[in-house]
């Protein structure tokens, strides 16, 4: 596959996004890793929507920026597995309520990360193919939105605490096969291996992972 994403995303995208082709799904993470796999906050912005870069000059702007680090934070091949759904306009979007979609999204897509056939995790997002060219589409966060992010920005430093204060005593041997299949992309299966150890939830066993993944 062409690999778009080594160059500059002005020269890929042009003005918002790359022609959509037969196959939707494939030109949308082909951009969508072109936008985000530099961390260039400017590229990224670039591939937005327009009323989802507005909402960079609103109260939410502090969102929108966890939004970039959280695409930002693994790299995304341009051939990534993607599974990709049509929205109808009655289809109901995710976080309605708490987000505004002023720009409402066409397409649901659903991206593999990790090796082919061993991906541990997916990033769900939007698109919007608007004249031909695909955008991608964030919701803007609403005034219940911001409160609730409030509320769950302080319930994710008490549980950060808790991982880190759970990574501290585990046994050196556990760690180290959990690190062997983090390294090999098994995130499922370290947790298995830290709840199995330590007798604590695999849900709980799971944010332990993500810290020692650096996540």
């Known amino acids: 596959m062409n690999r778009l994403f080594v160059l500059p995303l002005a020269c890929v995208l042009g003005l918002y996004a790359i022609p959509a082709s037969a196959d939707a799904g494939r030109d949308f993470v ?3 890793a072109a936008a985000v796999n530099g961390k260039n906050h400017a590229d990224w912005e670039a591939f937005l929507s327009p009323a989802s870069r507005a909402c960079l000059n609103g109260p939410g702007r502090e969102m929108v920026d966890m939004a970039f680090a ?10 990534s597995k993607v599974w990709v759904t049509p929205i109808g306009m009655q289809d109901v979007l995710i976080g309605e309520g708490m987000l505004a979609y002023p720009d409402r999204p066409t397409h649901y897509f659903q991206i593999d990360l990790g090796p082919p056939g061993r991906s541990t995790s997916s990033l769900v997002r939007y698109g919007r193919l608007q004249q031909g060219r695909w955008q991608y589409v964030l919701g803007c966060p609403t005034e219940a939105g911001l409160a609730q992010a409030k509320v769950a920005a302080g319930e994710r430093v008490v549980a950060e605490a808790d991982a880190r204060r759970r990574l501290k005593a585990l046994p050196p041997a556990v760690v180290a096969e ?7 992309g098994r995130n ?3 947790a298995r291996a830290v709840a199995k150890a330590s ?15 650096g996540k």
């Open 188 to 190: 499922i299966e370290a």
């Open 70 to 79: 959280g695409d930002t934070r693994e790299r995304v091949a341009p051939d």
């Open 30 to 32: 082909t951009a969508f």
């Open 178 to 184: 959990a690190k062997r299949l983090i390294a090999e």
């Open 199 to 213: 007798g604590i939830e695999l849900s709980v066993a799971y944010g332990v992972v993500q810290l020692m993944a």
